[in-house]
């Protein structure tokens, strides 16, 4: 995450030019999006958060971070983030349409020069200075035309989430009722293993190596530490760098994805937890394939 950030977050109360959040927000989203498809469920959760915090209107990374949810079986939070994106994607079918009045929410194409005589002379630095002239591109969000799919999508997610909260029922029975066909209207459990990164047949070492992976990534202690790090000892940078969406991209991505690491850990690292666990997903798994599956449309 820190050679996006460091490269384009604007720290230190550098000028921004049109579009920068933006872009940076289209650059985690493009991140996020090539760790769903390695599978690394987590980063893609940490940079959708970190590309929500730097533009709070772009649409596409709460479609991405509901995919990357869903996938674990997240089903409650992905149901949370795809309705954040559907009333984005709603919000800005409806706004006037305007190519300059608003750079967070409408970039255009076109090119913006930086540094030169105008721009010095605006920042009361006089003389100007050799001018650099930035592209300026159009980064663009969720089509409304998929409203209609994304809400199906999210229906279903909805009653995936209701089912999953329900009661579990004794292994013994369950487990009965898959195979004498009975009924089943199971939810998977949360995938453990997606949210650590690793196989299904895992050693406890390849267990324990993931999860200290993300924990020195995205554990709240070990995030608060990196930002102080990134911060500067002046008190008005110290004030900027605490409002900064660097700081609320690191913020969210611990609260987010932590939990979840931690979770996963707490249930694998136990023998004896695990094979509950992989009994519930194999329990579960047996019942959905004798009655149709739980599958969901891809959020893509």
């Avoid at 959040?21 to 991140?31: E, G, I, K, Q």
């Avoid at 579990?168 to 369950?174: G, L, Q």
């Avoid at 913020?251 to 939990?259: C, E, H, L, M």
Wanted: glycine residues 8%; proline residues 5%.
């Amino acid at each position: 995450g820190r050679g996006i950030i460091g490269c384009c977050s604007g720290a230190g109360g550098r000028r921004r030019f049109p579009g920068e959040r933006r872009m940076v927000s289209a650059l985690y989203c493009s991140r996020a999006a090539a760790h769903v498809a390695m599978r690394l469920y987590a980063d893609a959760v940490a940079d959708c958060c970190a590309a929500s915090a730097h533009d709070e209107t772009y649409a596409k990374p709460w479609k991405c971070r509901a995919e990357a949810l869903a996938s674990v079986n997240a089903f409650g939070p992905a149901a949370v983030a795809l309705e954040r994106c559907i009333q984005l994607t709603a919000a800005a079918a409806a706004a006037p349409k305007s190519s300059t009045s608003n750079p967070k929410t409408a970039v255009g194409s076109g090119s913006v020069t930086i540094g030169g005589a105008a721009d010095g002379a605006a920042a009361g630095g006089g003389g100007g200075g050799a001018a650099a002239t930035v592209e300026v591109v159009e980064y663009g969000d969720v089509d409304a035309r998929e409203l209609p799919l994304l809400r199906h999508i999210l229906q279903r997610l909805q009653e995936l989430a209701r089912v999953a909260a329900a009661p579990v029922p004794p292994a013994a029975t369950a487990l009965l009722a898959a195979m004498v066909g009975a009924p089943s209207a199971a939810a998977p459990p949360i995938d453990h293993y997606a949210v650590l990164g690793v196989a299904h047949q895992a050693s406890a070492v390849d267990i324990r190596a993931a999860y200290r992976r993300l924990a020195l990534r995205y554990h709240p202690d070990k995030a608060a530490v990196a930002a102080a790090a990134s911060a500067s000892v002046s008190p008005a940078e110290a004030r900027a760098a605490a409002a900064s969406p660097v700081r609320a991209a690191v913020v969210a991505a611990a609260g987010t994805v932590f939990p979840m690491v931690a979770e996963a850990y707490a249930v694998l690292s136990d023998s004896a937890s695990r094979r509950a666990y992989d009994l519930r997903r194999a329990r579960v798994a047996l019942g959905n394939k004798r009655h149709g599956g739980t599958s969901t449309a891809a959020i893509s």
